[in-house]
């Protein structure tokens, strides 16, 4: 079977975000000295994604700013504004949008995710409707947030929260309308979704919990939106904050297996190989970022066994694991703990772990009049994750827990080392 052979070879990573590039690097400090080819959807080098709802939409950072450093010695060719559409695993060739073929020894699997598409009723107009997931995104809604039309956000998550920060920070007046009776509700619990709600009301945010979107106003363009209450909100602008998608229908009749949450993400084992359908991992390919779904060690008690986190902690912690997994090597790396960060309405959200997965929450710090929050999330006896608000010293401790505890767990993958 061919393969990597010590430093020679090809290898191919679809996808040129974050993930991508932090896989390729890894590659070369393992002293890897094939050809590396870098496929990217966008025209563009790599950025920073998670500033698109944060820093530069308010102008706090600009684009120049928001580019990932290149290293020097990196030496890989670049196909930007190409599209990997089909895998052939047993001839090891990737088939691109173009009609080009491109052979390869090693497949990173980086190709991110695409934000969810609004799923109806009805369809939103044309203009004035916004996705938020990349750089041309960011500049179309930055381009109505400055005519300062108001704005409705569709989604409770964190997108919603950061893109109604951001909003509020230029002036818009906005709406946000979301079917949970809090934001966040899904990712951290109501105790966290009820500080955020109150912080949200403090920034003059209207904000319709419980309601849905039933249909907008307007023809081609956005006039705003008919909720479920039967309530009318007028916008100039919409933003639909619904989640996200692992960019992954490339791989379709490749034989590789899917999470089964719906997420779309390939699952892997804990060296970052994709597992194929009967359950075996493949050698020869690996995947990184939000397009894998990663093996946990909570799985069991109604927990899949793994996760696609969309963290970009993600991207960053599993990258030279991947890179060691292609070269035959041991990788070194110590057991990562998950983590995301959010700024919204004056408050720095900082998590580490798997809040989600949490039965039970305690409650540390709860102080809304100076905007301060530490909470610690629990399955059964089990410490799962930890959440903060304008505390982030106190994580260090959750993490060093977590990382002790998960470090002292099999593997849920044992059978395939």
């Known amino acids: 079977m061919r393969g990597l052979q010590g430093a020679s070879g090809a290898v191919v990573v ?6 991508g590039l932090r896989a390729a690097t890894a590659l070369r400090e393992r002293g890897f000295g094939g050809r590396i080819t870098l496929v990217g959807e966008e025209p563009r080098l790599p950025y920073d994604r998670p500033a698109l709802s944060k820093d530069l939409l308010t102008g706090r950072r600009t684009e120049a700013e928001n580019a ?27 088939a691109l949008d173009d009609g080009s073929v491109l052979d390869y020894d090693g497949l990173v699997i980086a190709s991110g995710a695409s934000a969810a ?34 704005l409705l956000v569709v989604g409770g998550g964190f997108l919603g929260g950061e893109v ?37 009301a403090l920034a003059g945010v209207d904000a319709r919990p419980g309601a849905a979107v039933e249909g907008f106003l307007g023809g081609r ?12 909100v007028a916008a100039g602008a919409a933003v639909l904050a619904l989640g996200a998608r692992a960019a992954t229908a490339w791989l379709r009749g490749s034989g590789l297996r899917s999470a089964p949450d719906g997420s779309r993400a390939v699952v892997c084992d804990h060296r970052r190989r994709p597992l194929a359908d009967d359950g075996a991992p493949v050698d020869g390919i690996v995947a990184v ?56 309405f004056g408050l720095r959200l900082r998590s580490v772990g798997l809040p989600r997965l949490a039965d039970r929450t305690e409650v540390h710090d709860h102080d809304a009049a100076r905007g301060r929050l530490e909470v610690s999330f629990h399955r059964g006896d089990r410490l799962v994750g930890a959440l903060t608000a304008n505390r982030t010293s106190r994580l260090a401790a959750y993490r060093d827990r977590l990382r002790e505890d998960w470090s002292g767990l099999d593997r849920v993958d044992a059978h395939h080392r």
């Open 221 to 232: 363009v956005m006039e705003g939106a008919v909720l479920s209450d039967g309530t009318r």
């Open 289 to 344: 970022g939000d397009a894998a779904a990663s093996p946990h060690p909570y799985s069991g008690d109604g927990v899949p066994a793994h996760l696609a986190l969309g963290h970009w902690s993600e991207a960053v912690d599993h990258a030279d694991t991947a890179a060691a997994t292609l070269l035959g090597q041991e990788s070194g790396t110590e057991t990562a703990v998950p983590s995301f960060w959010s700024d919204q």
């Open 14 to 19: 679809v996808g040129a975000g974050l993930a």
């Open 164 to 200: 109604a920060t951001a909003a509020r920070t230029l002036g818009v007046a906005v709406t946000q309308v979301h079917r949970a009776p809090l934001p966040l509700a899904r990712a951290a619990g109501p105790v966290v979704g009820g500080f955020v709600a109150g912080a949200r």
């Open 117 to 150: 598409p609004w799923p109806g009723p009805g369809s939103p107009p044309a203009a004035g409707t916004h996705l938020l997931r990349s750089l041309q995104d960011a500049r179309g809604l930055l381009l109505a947030l400055g005519h300062g039309v108001p």
């Open 68 to 94: 990932l450093p290149l290293p020097p010695d990196l030496d890989a060719r670049w196909l930007l504004g190409r599209t990997a559409v089909g895998l052939d695993r047993t001839a090891r060739r990737l």
